[in-house]
């Protein structure tokens, strides 16, 4: 078939077989017959899979390239006995066959010979590195050469110059035929001996794993969220109050940097600072290195990362001036920054392969050589990777198995979002900012879009029927490339880049027709009646839902703006210490409890915690239960 390549496209690195004289003998060489079924992989431009179609009864291509897509489907149209496999021939299954015919990518020659033990065939033909098929013919002691020997019956068929492939390899090339050796003929002795020889090994690479990166916004919402169980808006508001002052002692400091960043720069000043304080207190080997990453579009790097405001004040040292949330997010923030500055952690990365039955069974773990970075981070490390046993004090390479387990594994759907992978996903995408994660979640919230269980995001009812109607209607402008584009556009304005009015001048231009034909279009819901009549217009009141919850109004609105008042039962709790009134429970808009003076306005006394009715001896407040204590809110008492 004749096509041409794009030379544009890099096709995975492939090396193409071009030489028509190399091409027919390769064929040749595969003695192809019209009965035979025949896998082909890695066909490439599809040159040698045309004549090999012509000669067969079935043709199988696997291929693991999409780019080369195009010549695959030519193929198919010119014959009808064509199927094709797209993926990794080293992964997906290969079924039984006469034939497979393969020019190999050198690099995966191993592991595809290991592959070949697996499968059903009766020859295969490949084109392998000329090193590999003169180990095989001389037959060397290499592990390749012993296992392909030990298999297969091998025949050379032809050396190949570079010259042959489109781009040419650096090295020579052979032609060689595999043809299994029949079960009966292996002895099993040296069957056995050859595998646990080259499959029951232990291979030891000592690597590093990096410290991380100091915390940004979006990293330190996740991580909260994930290790303190903080949602966002949680998280945001006490690194407000640390950023803006915890009072120590007989004076207020600030205790981070601006929480509201993407950078993860640091001063040059605390760097220095902190690298001294850990050579001083760690010593010098625990000293790293300044990260640095790509730096990303729209990345606010005016502030640094997110710090302590001086790596002295250790989060032990001041921990009786911090609330317990107060203490664990500094703590947090402290360690990530910290250990950012450390060396990295040293481990010594191992595998251990087991033969069984022509199956080959893999173990991986590690083994902690020098603990870096872990030294302060360990708490906080996501750890899956598992130790293995010393296999030195096994006297044999044979293990018996002494027991095995038998389960049976379900495809699970992609699990739903949690806040921190909510926020991952809005920064991937380009939606929100750092100074909006925060009021994004919690307007999900707010407005019932979405319900949480096992901090999980749930749609509701009426999230689906918005976003149902908003894709309905406002698709055009409803979409994530879109809101990237505005975050971007609105980046741009505050940096002096674009002109607001014409930003918005254009956004309106195309809302607008959107909005009329939605107002025109769109079903309306009609709210439930609950049977009463308004007492103000005569008209049935309905059940509709609003910011702070559901609430019942006039049907007739906004010509009547009727919203009955529901009655509350009061629930006295004490006597007003200020003014002689009863405390009773109350409720805020959002429907948070708390406790305050019947006789407000005219006495504002309120407390968030329910008060004991006891009275403080030293300032003479009211004392409120708090958890499992009995203390005063005004001095901080604690009754005993």
Not at 262 to 283: A, H, P, Q
Request: aromatic share 10%; glycine share 4%; with cysteine.
């Amino acid at each position: 078939m004749d096509m041409e390549f794009n030379n544009d496209i890099n096709y995975l690195d492939q090396h193409f077989l071009v030489d028509k004289r190399v091409i027919n003998a390769f064929v040749d060489a595969a003695d192809l017959k019209v009965t035979e079924d025949v896998i082909e992989i890695g066909p490439g431009k599809c040159e040698i899979s045309d004549t090999i179609a012509r000669r067969v009864n079935h043709l199988t291509c696997i291929e693991i390239d999409r780019n080369l897509e195009h010549f695959i489907n030519v193929l198919k149209d010119k014959h009808d006995n064509v199927d094709v496999i797209y993926g990794n021939a080293l992964n997906v299954y290969i079924p039984p066959c006469d034939k497979i015919i393969s020019a190999l990518p050198y690099s995966i020659t191993e592991p595809f010979i290991e592959k070949l033990l697996r499968c059903e065939f009766k020859e295969c033909t490949l084109i392998v590195g000329k090193k590999y098929a003169d180990a095989v013919i001389n037959k060397s002691l290499t592990k390749l050469a012993l296992l392909t020997n030990s298999f297969f019956n091998v025949t050379k068929i032809m050396d190949i110059e570079p010259e042959a492939f489109d781009p040419a390899p650096r090295v020579m090339s052979s032609m060689i035929k595999l043809v299994p050796i029949k079960k009966e003929d292996l002895k099993y002795s040296f069957k056995r001996f050859i595998f646990r020889e080259m499959f029951f090994h232990r291979d030891k690479k000592l690597k590093n794993k990096q410290s991380k990166l100091p915390f940004t916004t979006s990293t330190l919402t996740q991580m909260a969220s994930t290790k303190l169980g903080y949602p966002a808006s949680k998280t945001m508001s006490i690194a407000q109050k640390l950023y803006e002052g915890i009072t120590l002692e007989n004076e207020t400091v600030g205790l981070i940097s601006y929480m509201r960043t993407d950078s993860i720069r640091l001063s040059d000043l605390f760097v220095n600072e902190t690298k001294k304080y850990i050579t001083d207190n760690y010593g010098k080997e625990y000293v790293g290195y300044t990260k640095s990453t790509k730096k990303k579009d729209n990345v606010q790097d005016a502030h640094e990362a997110i710090r302590p405001t001086s790596i002295k004040r250790t989060p032990q040292s001041i921990k009786k001036y911090l609330k317990p949330e107060e203490y664990k997010l500094y703590n947090l923030i402290y360690i990530r920054t910290l250990s950012s500055l450390m060396s990295d952690a040293k481990v010594e990365a191992t595998t251990v392969d087991l033969e069984n039955n022509n199956y080959l069974f893999r173990a991986t773990g590690q083994v902690l050589v020098f603990d870096g970075y872990l030294k302060v981070y360990k708490d906080y490390e996501d750890n899956t990777d598992s130790i293995l046993p010393d296999f030195q004090n096994y006297k044999s390479k044979v293990l018996v198995c002494s027991n095995t387990y038998k389960t049976q594994h379900f495809t699970e759907p992609k699990p739903r979002y949690t806040e921190a992978k909510l926020i991952a996903e809005m920064e991937k995408l380009g939606i929100g900012r750092p100074s909006t994660y925060a009021k994004i979640i919690s307007v999900l919230k707010e407005r019932k879009y979405v319900t949480i269980k096992d901090k999980k995001f749930y749609p509701t009812d009426t999230g689906i029927t918005v976003t149902d109607k908003l894709q309905e209607f406002f698709s055009s402008i409803i979409n994530v490339n879109y809101t990237a584009e505005m975050e971007n556009d609105l980046d741009l304005i505050a940096d002096g880049k674009l002109v607001w009015y014409k930003v918005l001048d254009k956004f309106y231009k195309d809302f607008e027709p959107l909005l009329n034909q939605a107002f025109k279009e769109m079903e309306k819901v009609s709210p439930e009646e609950t049977g009463e009549m308004c007492p103000e217009c005569g008209s049935p009141l309905v059940i509709r839902s609003g910011k702070f919850g559901k609430f019942v109004a006039c049907s007739n609105y906004p010509e009547c703006k009727y919203i009955k008042k529901e009655e509350k039962q009061v629930v006295e709790v004490c006597d007003c210490p200020k003014c002689g009134g009863k405390i009773i429970e109350k409720t805020t808009r959002k429907g948070k409890t708390f406790y305050g003076c019947n006789n407000f306005p005219k006495c504002k006394y309120a407390l968030w915690d329910k008060p004991t009715g006891e009275i403080c001896p030293k300032c003479n407040g009211l004392l409120v239960t708090k958890k499992d204590s009995i203390i005063c809110p005004e001095c901080d008492n604690e009754k005993e």
